[in-house]
């Protein structure tokens, strides 16, 4: 039995999607990284638009168990002290702020987020075109991390 | 030299290429038909021009086979604009003409609030995307300049 049948299909369709060209030139870019894969947990780094004081990249603790078919769910992620970020260390700005608040579940506010959809399902309809299905990929999601932090309304921490 | 290619309607890909090729031979690689265009060119390549001498820094091209031409419309407060572009314009560029003083003219604090999505679907307008790979085989596009959504109650 080769190794790669003792991966699950949710891990085995992310490692595919890593490999794409749409995600590998956002590699390429310096847009984001995956930093480490410990099934389902991935963690992602995203880089951020330079701000006074503010980190120039944000790590998230992905968790792609039932991908594609589920969305993900993430948590912003110290990645030296291996924690959520606090609210000082959260990205801040108009719609960034929304989905990293910390006034909430362990959790992206976001439709894109798996917990954050199931508590809200009428963002499908309301928010359709962010909204995770499984035709969405990885190098979707990470374009929308990207583009928070990357936003003229990011204000940096 | 590996090179990203946006096509019509095929997702990104990737090409490894000699750094001595022609525009003609990279097409041929691809089967021939078509043009190929740098990113955001007015005009397709010629096909004697070494694609690396061309690109300079840049390491996208567009494989177009339908459309030389593209009518983008882009709607926004029940006025629309519209104007023609290559295929291998990026929407980022669509995005400056839109809300610059030849669109809709918005401010710079109000271009920072809104984003573009195709009419009528569920698919945002990547700013990385060429308009070539978003437009039907008519040869043109359009898109809804609308505010960015907030994720809120």
């Known amino acids: ?157 | 030299m590996k090179l990203y290619v946006h096509d019509d309607d095929a997702p990104l890909s990737t090409l490894e290429v000699e750094d001595t090729m022609t525009a003609q031979a990279v097409l041929d690689l691809r089967g021939g038909q078509g043009d190929l265009w740098i990113e955001d060119a007015d005009d397709p390549l010629d096909g004697n021009v070494c694609v690396k001498d061309a690109l300079g820094d840049g390491r996208h091209l567009h494989h177009s086979r339908r459309c030389r031409r593209l009518t983008v419309t882009v709607r926004y407060g029940g006025d629309t604009k519209e104007r023609v572009f290559p295929p291998a314009a990026t929407i980022q560029r669509v995005f400056q003409w839109a809300t610059g003083n030849k669109g809709f003219d918005l401010s710079k604090a109000e271009r920072a609030k809104h984003e573009l999505g195709v009419c009528g679907s569920g698919v945002i307008a990547e700013r990385r995307e060429h308009v070539g790979s978003l437009a039907g085989p008519d040869c043109s596009l359009c898109l809804d300049l609308a505010p960015k959504e907030r994720f809120e109650g």
């Open chain 1, 1 to 157: 039995m080769s190794t790669l049948t003792l991966i699950p299909p949710d891990h085995r369709a992310l490692l595919a999607d890593l490999e794409s060209p749409s995600f590998v030139l956002g590699v390429d870019e310096g847009r984001w990284r995956v930093v480490s894969i410990e099934w389902p947990v991935t963690l992602l780094a995203v880089s951020a638009a330079p701000r006074a004081g503010a980190p120039d990249e944000f790590v998230l603790r992905c968790d792609f168990a039932g991908y594609p078919a589920l969305a993900p769910t993430a948590v912003p992620w110290h990645l030296e002290e291996s924690r959520p970020l606090t609210p000082g260390e959260r990205p801040k700005g108009d719609r960034v702020g929304f989905v990293f608040r910390s006034d909430w579940k362990e959790a992206l506010y976001a439709p894109f987020d798996r917990v954050a959809l199931e508590d809200h399902q009428n963002w499908a309809t309301q928010h359709a075109r962010f909204t995770w299905t499984p035709d969405r990929d990885v190098t979707w999601y990470a374009i929308r991390l990207h583009e928070l932090v990357n936003d003229d309304d990011y204000q940096g921490v």
